[in-house]
C-alpha cells in the first residue's frame, strides 16, 4: 500500500466496487484480518466484468494499474509456489522418518511454564 503508484484509477476502481458488494467486503476483511489470501479477493471474470464497465463508461485510467498489479500477483502466486513445494518436501521429510523436522527452535515462555 505504500509503493509508488499505488493509488492508482485501478485501485480506486477496486475499492469503490469492492465497498459497493457485500460479499466483497467480507472477503477484503478476510484479507485485511489476514484470514484470507489477496489472490481469493477478486476471482478474474468479476475483475473483466469491471474493467469492461469502466471502459464503457468511458474511464480508461483504471487499465494503467491493471499491467502493475498483474505483475505483481504472478510474481507472488510464483512465491507461493515455491513455499508450497518447500513445504510439502518439509511434510514428506518428517512423514519418511517419522518425527518432526526442527526449522525453527522453539523457546518455552514464561508464562506457558507457569500453567
Do not use: C, K
Not at 463508461?57 to 498489479?69: A, C, D, I, N, T
Not at 508450497?84 to 514428506?92: I, P, Q
Amino acid at each position: 500500500m505504500g509503493s509508488p503508484g499505488y493509488n492508482n484509477p485501478f485501485t480506486r476502481m477496486i475499492y469503490r466496487r469492492v465497498q459497493a458488494s457485500p460479499t466483497m467486503r467480507g472477503r477484503m476483511m478476510s484479507l485485511i484480518d489476514r484470514t484470507g489470501r489477496p489472490q481469493d479477493l477478486l476471482p478474474l471474470g468479476r475483475l473483466v466484468g469491471w474493467l469492461v464497465s469502466e471502459a464503457a463508461h468511458g474511464r480508461l485510467g483504471s487499465f494503467r494499474g491493471f499491467g502493475r498489479m498483474l505483475r505483481s500477483a504472478l510474481r507472488t502466486a510464483e512465491e507461493q509456489r515455491r513455499f508450497d513445494r518447500a513445504l510439502a518436501a518439509v511434510d514428506g521429510q518428517e512423514l519418511a522418518s517419522g518425527r518432526p523436522v526442527t526449522i525453527m527452535q522453539a523457546e518455552p515462555t514464561t508464562w506457558s511454564e507457569t500453567r
